[in-house]
């Protein structure tokens, strides 16, 4: 039976890589996201290449949270079930704290954490009911620790969000709801494409979604991705000295 996938920031990035790839694997998905011309186009890239998977499209802002409901829900009617939802909607925007720029920190807090916490309660509320589900978070080795400089909020935004997916892992022990957390390392999107200057350990956005697909499907409780070198630099990340840590923003 092919799983039936809401994907979240869906529209571009690697939201839009992950649509493809599950495609090719047979799922049939809900892509959402703001920008309804974008997800129009992949879907017809996806019909033409996966003819055999179902794509619906829905219209999203994720920071409305009333319609984040309807949208999980309508989309839960129209398939009939959801497997799978994939929390990946998300800002990469910043300033250093204290510099007049609170407008953009708190727009980053509420993208990532506070619009992402109504996208799990949307999604837990249908695989309570339905018995059943895989909840996947998508974080970022930001989260491991808080990072200076632009990165504050988005770092805290991102170990918030862990933080809930790790909460909602621990009550779902022993029942067949699955939760999965990635920490992508660098990972070429267009969150990041307008980054002036070359950044060190950047993987393809194919490969690096690549090595997210594999970690969802094999319903890992956590990830860093792609294992190489984010697993091993991830436990760095975590005890690095913070003069060390100030250097990475």
Known sequence: MSKRILITGASSGLGAEMARQFAAGGADLVLCARRIDRLEDLRDEIAAASPASTVVIRGLDVDDHDAVFRVFRDAADHLGRIDRVIVNAGLGKGAPVGTGRFDVNKQTITTNLLSALAQCEAAMEHFRAAGAGHLVVISSVSALRGLPKSMTAYSASKAGIAAIAEG????????????????????RSEMNDQVAQPTPL??????????????????????????WPWRPLSVVVRHAPLRLIRRLA
């Not at 909602?168 to 990972?187: C, D, N, Q, S």
């Not at 950047?202 to 094999?218: F, K, Q, Y």
């Open 168 to 187: 909602i892992r621990a009550e779902m022990i022993g029942r067949p709801i699955k939760v999965t957390t990635l920490f992508p390392g660098y990972i």
């Open 202 to 227: 950047m993987a393809g956005t194919v490969e690096g979604v690549r090595a997210m697909v594999r970690a969802i499907d094999r319903e890992v409780a956590t990830a860093a991705v792609p294992a």
